[in-house]
């Protein structure tokens, strides 16, 4: 399975942006697929994630301000970011995890990567 991920970009502290993640195959649509980003610097580190049924986690660093969706028919995982931080600014990647594995933060559970998309949030 291939990833692509998209939307990142440069914007000012409080704007929004929606990241998204299209796979290129259907069987996407049964995975867990979660968001994790790499600050400069630091280490890459959990974002949000949703299994196949719709269920949501969230860092709580994002908690009320991100929110993780799909679209099964387009293969797509959204991350629509509002109300952005500085601290915010990193390479986003998706990725997804064939068996559904528990807990979904734990990144030696995901078997496909995209390749990343920077956000930079400006003060």
């Known amino acids: 399975v291939q990833l692509q991920a998209c939307g990142g970009g440069l914007v000012q502290a409080g704007g929004s942006l929606r990241l998204s993640c299209e796979a290129s195959?259907?069987?996407?649509?049964?995975?867990?697929v979660g968001w994790f980003r790499q600050a400069p610097g630091k280490e890459r580190e959990f974002v949000a994630g949703?299994?196949?049924?719709?269920?949501?986690n969230y860092a709580d660093s994002v908690k009320g301000r991100f929110t993780i969706s799909r679209d099964n028919a387009k293969n797509t995982v959204y991350l629509q970011m509002n109300n952005l931080k500085p601290e915010d600014t990193a390479v986003y990647y998706c990725?997804?995890?064939?068996?559904?594995?528990?807990?979904?933060?734990?990144?030696?559970?995901?078997?496909?990567w995209g390749q990343g998309t920077l956000v930079t949030v400006s003060s």
């Open positions: 949703i299994t196949s049924g719709g269920s949501t």
């Open positions: 990725a997804a995890d064939r068996r559904g594995s528990w807990p979904m933060s734990l990144q030696r559970y995901y078997d496909y």
């Open positions: 195959r259907r069987t996407f649509s049964t995975y867990v």
